[in-house]
């Protein structure tokens, strides 16, 4: 698979750096650069590329107005010099956004999240695979089906777990390859154990022990990951993490 890839930056220097991270990643298509936000627009109805990586702060038409303009089938990672507006790519449901100054490596963890989300798109347009199996719920394992394999996963090990649309991907601290399985989060809440995992959006169940800050924003610093807590589930969490 290859992701056609598009940069939005009014600075030069940010897009060429940018397009050489693409240029030298594999799976990565660079078809354009642009820095007036603008004429990217009309480009990008035109022919929408896979994965969008659209600075936030631009004159004239910031990215945050641009996202809402872009087709849903392309994929936003945001990119910008302040944490504060990097919170604010959840709104728009942003795949990632990156902190600059921006390194190859987490361009690369970005990257990754792109072509899961395409992958789990196209199994989903295949006949559906059986559904995953499952140990009695609040085990400290379980099986869960992963291509063609029953696969056991021990919850010591979990960091956290996020939704990609019908499928799940389980996130591991002890080095082990990120799993992905067809399943909902709803059933996975069950079979994890009540007192050790919460779930914290829609798209997040996080492993309470391995949370190593929460800040102001209600954003929660685990592993390498930065995961906002919505309004839907701020409550449960704070009663969670009140009584811990």
Known sequence: MKLKCMVIDDEPPAVRLMQNFIERTQNLEFVGGYTDSVEAVQIIKQNPPDVLFLDIQMPDLDGMQLSKMVPPETKIVFSTAYKEYAFDSYDVSAIDYLLKPISYAKFLKAVQKCVDWYEMKLASETPSPAPAVSTPANSDNFFIKSDSLLVRIDTSEILYICALKDYVRFVFDSGRKPIISLMTMKN?????????????????????NKIRSVDKNNCIYIGDEVVRVTDVYSDQFKKFIGGC
């Open 188 to 208: 996975l809440e069950q079979m994890l154990p009540a007192d050790k995992f919460v779930r914290v959006s829609r798209s997040y169940i996080v492993a309470i």
